[in-house]
C-alpha cells in the first residue's frame, strides 16, 4: 500500500475515534444527564466528595471536557464556590483516565455485539432513554473498531525511514512532543481519543514507551485548553475554575517531564503490556495531581481570585444592584428592588420572545446562539430574585407584603418558564428546521408569524399589568388567552386540512409546525398568570372562572361567557 494511502487510513481511523468517543459521550449525557447534574450539585459537601463527584461524573460521561462544562454552568451561577469546583475537576481527570483503562482490555471481538445491540436499540425503540443507550453502544462499539483500524494503518508505518527519523527528533525534544501532543488533544477535542491513538501506536511499535509518555502527558495538558476554549466566555468563577485545572495540569506534566526515563525504566521492568504500562502510568499521574494538588484546592482558589479579579464595568454598564441584603430590613425597599429587578428580567425575555422567530427564517446560528445566552442571564437573575425574596418572607412581614412577595416569585417563576421555552423548544425547532433544510408553507408561516406576534403582545401586556396591577388590563390579559386558545385550535386545524389536501411542505413540517403552535401557547399561558392574583385580589375568579361583568353588582346576563382560566 502507498504512503499516501497509509495516511489516509490511518487518518480516517482516527476520525472515527473521535466521532464515536463523542457519540458514546451523547448518548451516556442524554442517558444520565440530569442525575449527573445533580450529583455535581451535590458536590459542595467537602473537598473529598467533590473530587470523589468528579471522578463518577467523568467516568460515566468518558470525558473531563464534558465534566467541565457541566460544572461551568454552576459555577457561572454561583451554585459552586471556587475551591469544590477545582477539587471536582482533579477527580474528573482521574475519571477519564479510568475509562481509558476500561478501552485497553483486549475486547475487539465484542464489536459486533455492541453495534447490533446499540443499533437494535437505536431504530426499533421509541422510548428515548432506550434509543441513547443505543447511541452509546454504537459509539463504544465504533471506538474499538478504530482502535483496531489504527493498530492495522499503523502497522507498515513501523519501518518507516522518515517517520523514524521525526520521531528520534521528538524524542530528543520533550517539550516539543510534550506540545504537539498538546496540540493534537485540543484539535481532536478528546483526551481520551487522543490517548488512546497514542497507546495504540506505541502498542504497534511506532512510539518508544518514552516518548509515549510524553504523548500522553502533552495530551493532559491538551485536555485543560479544550474547556478553557469553549467556556472562554464564561463568568469569572468558571474561568477561574478552568484556569486553574489547566494550571494543574501544566505544573504537573512539567514536574514529571524529566523523569520520564526513569519512570519508562521502571515500566519496563514490570510483566505488563505496554498497552498496559501507558494506561496505568496516565492514571496514576492523575491520581497524584488529585493526591497533590487537592490540599492545596483552597490556596489555589484565593491566588486565582487575586490574580483575576472581576473586570471593572463601564459606568454605562454597571448596573445597580437592586437585590440588596442589607435592605432585607426593610420590607418595602427590598420589594421594590426585587420588582425592579423582575422588570429588568422581563424586559431580556420580550427581546429573546420577539427575536426567536428570526432563527426559522436564517440559515445561520448566530442570532440562536445570542438568544441562548440571553437565557443564561435570565436564569441566573431569576435564581437570584428567588432565593432573595425567600430571605425576605423568612423575616416579620405584613400580610400584604407576604402576598406581594410570593406574588413577585409567581411572576419571576414564570419568566423563566418563558425564557426555557424559547431555550429548549423554540431554538431547537428552529435548529432543526435548519438542519433538515426544511420550510413550512407559505399559509402556514403567516399562521405562525401571527401567533407568534400574538405572543408578543401578549408579553407586553403581562409586563404592563405587572407594574400597573390595572383591574381592567387584568381581565383583558385572560381574555386575550382565551383568544390565543382559539387562535391555536384554529391554526391547528388548518394544519390538519393542508394535511389532508397532501400538500408537500405541510407533510414535511408537521411536527415542527405543531410544537410551535404549542409551545407559543405554552408561552401565553405563563405570561397571563400575572393576572391571577389582581383578579383573585377583586374577587373576579370563581370556580377557575373569570366572571362575567367585571365584579362590581350583579353579573351582566347579557356579557359574553367569561374565558376559564386554564
Not at 136 to 151: D, Q, T, W
Request: charged share 20%.
Amino acid at each position: 500500500m502507498s504512503g499516501h494511502m497509509l495516511l489516509v487510513e490511518l487518518a480516517g481511523a482516527v476520525a472515527l475515534l473521535v466521532w464515536a468517543a463523542r457519540l458514546a459521550r451523547t448518548g451516556m449525557e442524554r442517558v444520565l444527564g440530569e442525575r449527573l447534574r445533580r450529583a455535581i450539585g451535590l458536590a459542595t459537601r467537602n473537598r473529598v466528595a467533590a473530587c470523589a463527584t468528579g471522578v463518577g461524573v467523568a467516568a460515566a460521561l468518558q470525558s473531563s471536557t464534558a465534566t467541565a462544562l457541566l460544572l461551568t454552568s454552576f459555577t457561572s451561577r454561583g451554585l459552586i464556590a471556587l475551591a469544590p469546583a477545582l477539587a471536582v475537576m482533579l477527580g474528573a481527570d482521574v475519571g477519564s483516565s479510568l475509562v481509558v483503562q476500561a478501552l485497553i482490555f483486549d475486547i475487539g471481538g465484542l464489536v459486533p455485539i455492541l453495534i447490533f445491540l446499540g443499533v437494535a436499540l437505536f431504530m426499533g425503540c421509541a422510548a428515548a432513554h432506550l434509543r441513547n443507550m443505543g447511541r452509546l453502544l454504537i459509539g463504544l462499539g465504533l471506538m474499538l473498531m478504530a482502535l483496531g483500524m489504527i493498530s492495522a494503518a499503523s502497522e507498515p508505518l513501523r519501518d518507516d525511514a522518515l517517520l523514524q527519523t521525526v520521531l528520534q527528533r521528538l524524542a530528543s525534544d520533550p517539550l516539543l512532543a510534550l506540545g504537539i501532543a498538546a496540540l493534537l488533544t485540543w484539535l481532536a477535542h478528546s483526551s481520551v481519543a487522543s490517548i488512546l491513538f497514542f497507546i495504540s501506536l506505541a502498542a504497534g511499535g511506532i512510539l518508544s514507551p518514552e516518548l509515549a509518555l510524553t504523548f500522553i502527558l502533552g495530551a493532559n495538558v491538551g485536555a485543560g485548553f479544550v474547556p478553557l476554549g469553549l467556556a472562554l466566555r464564561s463568568g469569572g468563577t468558571a474561568r477561574r475554575m478552568l484556569v486553574g485545572n489547566l494550571v494543574f495540569r501544566l505544573t504537573g506534566a512539567l514536574v514529571v517531564l524529566p523523569f520520564l526515563p526513569l519512570v519508562s525504566g521502571v515500566l519496563a521492568g514490570l510483566d505488563w503490556g505496554v498497552g498496559r504500562q501507558l494506561a496505568n502510568a496516565h492514571t496514576a499521574f492523575n491520581l497524584a495531581l488529585a493526591l497533590g494538588f487537592l490540599p492545596l484546592a483552597g490556596l489555589a482558589a484565593r491566588l486565582l481570585e487575586r490574580l483575576m479579579p472581576e473586570p471593572e464595568e463601564a459606568m454605562a454598564e454597571n448596573r445597580l444592584p437592586l437585590l440588596d441584603p442589607a435592605a432585607l430590613d426593610r420590607p418595602r425597599i427590598a420589594l421594590s428592588g426585587a420588582s425592579r429587578e423582575a422588570l429588568r428580567i422581563a424586559e431580556t425575555v420580550e427581546l429573546m420572545l420577539r427575536e426567536a422567530i428570526r432563527p426559522f427564517e436564517e440559515a445561520d446560528g448566530r442570532r440562536r446562539e445570542e438568544i441562548r445566552s440571553l437565557d443564561a442571564g435570565v436564569d441566573t437573575s431569576c435564581e437570584a430574585v428567588v432565593r432573595y425574596l425567600t430571605r425576605l418572607m423568612q423575616r416579620e412581614l405584613s400580610p400584604a407584603e407576604s402576598r406581594e412577595a410570593f406574588d413577585l416569585i409567581l411572576f419571576t417563576t414564570n419568566l423563566e418558564h418563558v425564557g426555557d421555552i424559547i431555550d429548549k423548544n423554540l431554538l431547537a425547532l428552529a435548529q432543526k428546521k435548519q438542519r433538515l433544510q426544511l420550510a413550512f408553507s407559505p399559509e402556514g408561516w403567516r399562521e405562525l408569524q401571527r401567533m407568534h406576534n400574538t405572543a408578543v403582545e401578549q408579553m407586553r401586556l403581562s409586563v404592563a399589568v405587572f407594574v400597573t396591577r390595572d383591574l381592567e388590563m387584568a381581565r383583558e390579559l385572560v381574555r386575550a388567552k382565551e383568544a390565543m386558545r382559539t387562535a391555536e385550535r384554529q391554526a391547528t386545524e388548518s394544519h390538519l386540512r393542508r394535511l389532508r389536501e397532501g400538500t408537500p411542505a405541510s407533510i414535511e413540517t408537521s411536527s415542527l409546525h405543531l410544537d410551535m403552535l404549542r409551545d407559543l401557547k405554552r408561552v401565553v399561558a405563563h405570561v397571563t398568570a400575572v393576572a391571577h392574583p389582581i383578579l383573585e385580589a377583586a374577587g373576579e375568579l370563581k370556580d377557575s372562572r373569570l366572571r362575567d361583568g367585571g365584579g362590581s353588582g350583579a353579573p351582566d346576563r347579557a356579557a359574553a361567557p367569561a374565558p376559564a382560566l386554564r
